[in-house]
């Protein structure tokens, strides 16, 4: 993880904090300046996507000093900060979006499971033809994976509890309960019961991961600026909701969309990173980004949209249709297949792209 500092690194998230605060603590201010209704949405989105970059590198920075696996486990914490905090704040916005969770989750499930992962294996193939990783460490993140998104997106289809695919609230809170649970439990055999099925499979590291080894004062301002990124990305995301469900609306596209563009947006510097490992020959790191994100969206965004759904007595629908139950169920069992035998190559790689065009393809042909 390179800890090479960009030129915006330091400015980046005191500005985009900075606005951040401005509109929130004095909206009528945005609304003032002439042509803001076309203008301003094109700000704050610049604005929030730079925010979420700077969040990543400076998380990147962090997790470059503590190494693999916590590294991994930082980069991932900072991602799911981002994802809830849009979650909710599209969920909220207008009339509300019951499905926008599920949607989301979906999306970083297929994003990462088919598109990241397709891509890494395709791009890695191509490069050094097959590449290898510990088949026990891709194991541990699958059979979490698994029931995870089984007992949140398609469980709540066969419950009678509540209807229109959605958990009664004490359903809602025990399904949240054992998803912390297993998730914590997760945590602890990747950082310290079986730390080593997550490292690279000579457990050393590159010449180019050991340079640049970033010092205590860069660490201890990475962390400044990563908090001071995170908190101006929860304060637009309201702003940014309401934007996102208006062009949505007027160009006429599913409103399972948002699930997507949330998805990609988060996971977009992550997947950057990813793709940068296996080009590198580095596809256990590749495999730690990848299903890590989707591990952890579960795992953290669940109990949180659920805390504020029960709270706030907001609907939560999280049962799949039919189509997308398939295409869950049919990407697990490639999954199996593809991280069963400790190699991959292209033929993999390719599958999982297939997998993920049909998902997008889906959404607009339903």
Not at 125 to 145: D, T
Not at 270 to 299: P, V, Y
Not at 359 to 364: A, K, M, T
């Amino acid at each position: 993880m390179p800890a090479r500092r960009h030129p915006t690194a330091f400015a980046t998230p005191l500005v985009a904090l900075a606005v951040a605060i401005l509109a929130t603590a004095v909206p009528g201010v945005v609304k003032a300046i002439p042509a803001s209704a076309t203008v301003w949405p094109i700000v704050e989105f610049a604005i929030l996507g730079a925010a979420v970059f700077a969040a990543v590198h400076h998380a990147d920075v962090v997790a470059h000093r503590t190494g693999e696996p916590f590294g991994t486990l930082v980069l991932t914490i900072a991602v799911m900060v981002i994802e809830v905090s849009l979650i909710i704040s599209i969920m909220l916005a207008g009339d509300g979006s019951p499905t926008l969770a599920r949607d989301t989750i979906l999306g970083v499930i297929m994003v990462v499971c088919n598109g990241l992962v397709g891509l890494c294996i395709v791009l890695g193939g191509l490069r050094h033809g097959e590449q290898g990783f510990h088949i026990s460490g891709a194991r541990a993140y699958l059979v979490v994976l698994m029931p995870l998104a089984t007992l949140t997106l398609i469980l709540p289809n066969y419950t009678t509890s509540a209807p229109g695919g959605a958990y009664a609230i004490v359903q809602l809170a025990f399904i949240a309960a054992i998803t912390v649970v297993l998730y914590g439990m997760f945590l602890y055999v990747q950082t310290v019961r079986h730390r080593d099925y997550f490292l690279s499979d000579d457990g050393l590291s590159t010449p180019d991961e050991n340079a640049h080894m970033p010092s205590n004062r860069d660490v201890a301002t990475s962390v400044v600026l990563l908090v001071a990124a995170l908190v101006s990305v929860v304060l637009l995301a309201k702003h940014f909701a309401e934007t996102v469900k208006i062009g949505v609306a007027a160009v006429g596209a599913p409103i399972a969309v948002i699930g997507l563009l949330v998805a990609m947006m988060v996971l977009l510097p992550e997947s950057l990173a990813a793709l940068r490992a296996a080009r590198r020959n580095q596809l256990q790191k590749s495999i730690n980004l990848a299903l890590g994100s989707s591990l952890a969206t579960i795992g953290l965004t669940i109990p949180a949209v659920g805390a504020v759904a029960i709270v706030l007595s907001q609907p939560l629908s999280l049962g799949l249709d039919s189509s997308h139950v398939v295409l869950l169920v049919l990407t697990f069992g490639v999954s199996i297949v593809t991280f069963g035998g400790g190699r991959t190559n292209i033929l993999a790689g390719l599958v999982h792209l297939v997998l993920f065009a049909t998902y997008v393809f889906l959404i607009f042909a339903p």
